[in-house]
T-cell receptor, first 113, second 114 residues
Framework: AQSVTQPDIHITVSEGASLELRCNYS??????LFWYVQSPGQGLQLLLK??????LVQGIKGFEAEFKRSQSSFNLRKPSVHWSDAAEYFC???????????FGQGTRLTINP | DAGVIQSPRHEVTEMGQEVTLRCKLI?????LFWYRQTMMRGLELLIY????????DSGMPEDRFSAKMPNASFSTLKIQPSEPRDSAVYFC????????????FGPGTRLTVT
């Protein structure tokens, strides 16, 4: 069965600083990987996804993520964060042919002015 | 296009009462997912449907929970009788089975059972 680990429960960065949120997955075959963002009181919004091909994927709001099979990782990055990026970020994994997504526990991002 | 619509957005009820949560899918989508989010357990998939048919209900916690899709665009999640431990935010998400694995989430229903 697939699983996802987000090692960081809470991260604080200063506005304008770079960001990297970690995600490690466990899955026996090629995974389908996703990053979602949840603002307070809102539902989850898809930031980006990886299915196949180029291992560096671009998403909305200036985010990108890199799939590293050897490390079973799919870390999310942004070169310069904005105060509006403060939210909870979820990594999720699914398997080909299966619609069930398994979500990590989430990383809460706080931005210092 | 409108996104996933959930109602009510907030529900406060007393233990033992029946609760019905509602969800309208995005037009053209044929998959529907119900999730529950709590601080302790995170985001859990309860059940999902493809083309109105329940595919996997292994996440439904117990018989007090039931979900239906009476038509292609609408679903209900019912809890009867409700208990305080059911307090959570319930999300539904829709997608297109067989085309992609993206799921589009609604704003959620915050349920409080006293």
């Amino acid at each position: 069965a697939q699983s996802v680990t987000q090692p960081d429960i809470h991260i604080t960065v200063s506005e304008g600083a770079s960001l990297e949120l970690r995600c490690n997955y466990s899955y026996g075959a090629t995974p389908y990987l996703f990053w979602y963002v949840q603002s307070p009181g809102q539902g989850l919004q898809l930031l980006l996804k990886y299915f196949s091909g180029d291992t560096l994927v671009q998403g909305i709001k200036g985010f990108e993520a890199e799939f590293k099979r050897s490390q079973s990782s799919f870390n999310l990055r942004k070169p310069s964060v904005h105060w509006s990026d403060a939210a909870e970020y979820f990594c999720a994994v699914g398997g080909e042919g299966a619609q069930k997504l398994v979500f990590g526990q989430g990383t809460r991002l706080t931005i210092n002015p | 296009d409108a996104g996933v619509i959930q109602s009510p957005r907030h529900e406060v009820t007393e233990m033992g009462q029946e609760v019905t949560l509602r969800c309208k899918l995005i037009s053209g989508h044929n998959s529907l997912f119900w999730y529950r989010q709590t601080m302790m357990r995170g985001l859990e998939l309860l059940i999902y449907f493809n083309n109105n048919v329940p595919i996997d209900d292994s996440g439904m916690p117990e018989d007090r929970f039931s979900a239906k899709m009476p038509n292609a665009s609408f679903s209900t999640l019912k809890i009867q009788p409700s208990e305080p431990r059911d307090s959570a935010v319930y999300f539904c998400a829709s997608g297109r089975a067989g085309m992609s694995y993206e799921q589009y989430f609604g704003p959620g229903t915050r349920l409080t059972v006293t």
